[in-house]
């Protein structure tokens, strides 16, 4: 059995469901949180594919910039800092 | 020149190996012992047989060495590191402040006093016991009260996210120390590394994401500015800390941590022959001026050291979590063993900031020892691991007196320090080496 396969595969599969979530959640710090997740294994197939710099780059420079979005959405879109999406006005 | 003491991986492969291969010897025992005696016909052992050998295969003796070496290292670094930092903290700034600090350790503990043959020794210690000990079983005490205390979640708390960011954050420190070399031997990710230090800087990048998140979904105000001047400070500190590293980079050649150690262990005068003035070819053997980016990249290492100050959130940069302004910042609504994790993982980041400051610019665990004949074995002393661990305790300890002697500082300070002042620092040390190395001066 080939693991690099079955590693490919996992990293791919949790890629594919976070890149789902992150559109399909109704709360947005919840969709950032999944593109966090989507970017850090996009990093690791890429070390999986024998790209370590650019892996480790895409972590460093995507996923570190993840915080900015983050504040973006929290500053611009909402006045509270959590409210049920049924309570919106 | 190897003087590592311990091989990590090479010591838990042994250990795998001797334990799976006694297991398995076993088990072919037992399966050639029902055989014989009758109560199985001949060739049930078979299943038992087969399980000995994939027990031996080497693959599965890589996979649980590996896991071993894994679980060493995490244990390593929280449950001795983490208590050891902790009690070396309070004990120096308790000093610090002209007090004594915690003082409950083993022999302030009161049974020991009442033991049959040696409690006469501890006689003197039942009237005021927890008075007299070293204080090292203090921080034990505080983590056994953490894990019985009730796990809270506030009502109106985003439950998924809340109960997320502990772990995010636990886990990119861990990741850490995937690629944090304690010495030669005493690693995860073995010797060429190429991109280790790039590692430990995405490592270090993905815990403003954790710290956000827990800000944010605790739905509390106090939390939630906490989590915004966290996350503002680690991304403007973030930047002259990777700027003031690329100068390093420069200067060595490399971003493979053993690589950057073993070109800094070499004499001053290899690397800058118009300093060969401080060669001393008549001086002990391996004593000498090192080559420490210290002291060709000075301005990278004042910039850096100041980010990894702002990276651990100590008082100088303690903003985030303000007591006076902000409960307890970004991680007020946490509790338990929850609030312990973020709490104490704080230590562990300082812990691998200052790793990092140590194999980047002072020489990491490469210092002058001897070496001692002892039977085939030859065990250099100091070894590295030692060498390594007391400059990196040394490094947290100006860390520790350096926040508990300066005031906190406000917000714009803040941002104007890291946008104004140390990222035209950190630009500068960049230009100062390539010119180094364009100019000939630096081979």
């Known amino acids: ?89 | 020149m190897s003087g590592h003491l311990i091989d990590l991986y090479g010591l838990c492969e042994g250990l795998i190996t001797f334990v799976n291969g006694l297991v398995g010897r076993i088990m072919t025992g037992v399966a050639g012992g029902i055989e014989t005696i009758g109560i199985a016909p001949p060739g049930a052992g078979a299943p038992l047989r087969d399980q000995a050998a994939l027990m031996n295969s080497p693959w599965v003796i890589g996979l649980i060495a590996w896991l071993t070496a894994i679980q060493i290292m995490i244990l390593w670094g929280t449950a001795i590191n983490l208590l050891l930092m902790m009690w070396m903290e309070r004990k120096f700034y308790s000093r610090l402040q002209d007090r004594v600090g915690i003082k409950i350790g083993l022999t302030s503990m009161d049974f020991l006093a009442r033991l049959p043959i040696i409690g006469g020794l501890f006689t003197n210690f039942v009237k005021r016991p927890s008075h007299l000990g070293t204080g090292f079983l203090q921080n034990v005490a505080d983590g056994v009260k953490m894990v019985q205390k009730e796990n809270l979640t506030p009502a109106k708390a985003d439950a998924f996210t809340f109960h997320a960011a502990p772990v995010l954050i636990a886990a990119s420190t861990l990741l850490i120390f995937a690629a944090l070399p304690f010495s030669e031997g005493f690693t995860i990710m073995q010797s060429p590394n190429p991109f280790g230090v790039l590692f430990m800087l995405a490592a270090f990048g993905l815990a403003p994401i954790g710290i956000l998140i827990a800000g944010w979904s605790s739905n509390n105000k106090y939390t939630l500015i906490g989590g915004m001047r966290s996350a503002a400070m680690l991304m403007s500190y973030e930047i002259p800390m990777i700027l003031s590293i690329i100068s390093v980079v420069v200067l060595m050649g490399s971003l493979d941590p053993f690589e950057i150690v073993r070109t800094q262990s070499e004499p001053i005068s290899a690397s800058i022959p118009a300093l060969g003035f401080l060669a001393n070819p008549a001086a002990l053997d391996g004593i000498y001026f090192p080559n420490w980016n210290v002291f060709t990249a000075f301005p990278a290492f004042l910039v850096f050291a100041v980010a990894i100050l702002a990276e651990q959130e100590r008082i100088p940069f303690d903003l985030p979590e303000a007591e006076a302004e902000l409960v307890e910042g970004w991680l007020t609504e946490y509790s338990g063993m929850r609030f312990g994790l973020v709490f104490g993982f704080k230590w562990l980041r300082g812990l691998a900031g200052s790793g990092l400051l140590v194999i980047l610019f002072l020489g990491g665990w490469t210092g002058p020892h001897l070496t001692l004949p002892l039977g085939g074995f030859s065990l250099p002393l100091p070894f590295q691991e030692l060498w390594f661990m007391v400059k990196v305790y040394l490094v947290f300890m100006v860390y520790v007196w350096i926040s508990w002697s300066f005031p906190r500082i406000r917000i714009d300070q803040i941002l104007n320090i890291g946008w104004k002042v140390l990222i035209p620092i950190a630009l500068l040390a960049i230009f100062l080496s390539i010119s180094l190395r364009a100019f000939g001066v630096y081979h």
Request: no cysteine; aromatic share 12%; glycine share 4%.
């Open chain 1, 1 to 89: 059995m080939e693991w690099d396969l079955v590693a490919f595969i996992a990293f791919s599969a949790l890629e594919l469901v976070a890149a789902v979530l992150v559109v399909t959640s109704k709360r947005l710090v919840h969709s950032v949180f999944w593109l966090s997740v989507t970017l850090v294994t996009i990093g690791a197939i890429y070390i999986l594919l024998r790209a370590e710099f650019i892996g480790l780059v895409q972590i460093v420079v995507y996923a570190g910039a993840v915080p900015i979005l983050f504040l973006f959405g929290i500053m611009l879109t909402r006045r509270k800092i959590m409210e049920e999406p049924h309570e919106a006005e």
